[in-house]
């Protein structure tokens, strides 16, 4: 009786090893898609809030906006960042 004898190949983990790199891969750029898709969604809601916020400050009369401690040339930042930051002076003296 012949015995024949069987060498191991690594075909098979090498195999293993494509497919694994390839979900990885796939996965991915799952990853990275779904997160351009999550920026750009956030971006587009930043913008509709700063125009939404835009309009209701400029709705506003000088003294109004006066009282909230805004000026005319101040609302397109105001709109845009938020809230304006206070000076080092302005913080400095209180």
Same mark, same amino acid.
């Given at each position: 009786? %012949? %015995?024949?004898? +069987?060498f191991?190949? %690594?075909?098979? !983990?090498?195999s293993?090893?494509r +497919?694994?790199t390839?979900l #990885?891969?796939?996965? @991915?750029?799952?990853?990275?898609?779904?997160?351009? !898709?999550?920026?750009? !969604?956030?971006?587009? +809601? @930043? #913008?509709?809030?700063?125009?939404?916020?835009?309009? /209701?400050? %400029?709705?506003?009369?000088? =003294?109004?906006?006066?009282? !909230?401690?805004?000026? *005319? /040339?101040a609302? /397109?930042?105001?709109? *845009?960042?938020?809230?304006? *930051? /206070? #000076? =080092? @002076?302005? *913080?400095? @003296? +209180?």
């Amino acid at each position: 009786m %012949t %015995t024949r004898r +069987q060498f191991l190949t %690594t075909a098979p !983990i090498k195999s293993r090893v494509r +497919q694994a790199t390839a979900l #990885r891969a796939a996965q @991915s750029w799952r990853a990275v898609l779904a997160n351009w !898709i999550a920026r750009l !969604i956030d971006w587009i +809601q @930043s #913008r509709h809030r700063a125009r939404r916020a835009f309009a /209701e400050l %400029t709705a506003l009369d000088v =003294r109004m906006l006066a009282d !909230i401690g805004l000026s *005319r /040339e101040a609302v /397109e930042p105001a709109a *845009r960042c938020g809230r304006l *930051r /206070e #000076r =080092r @002076s302005d *913080r400095a @003296s +209180q």
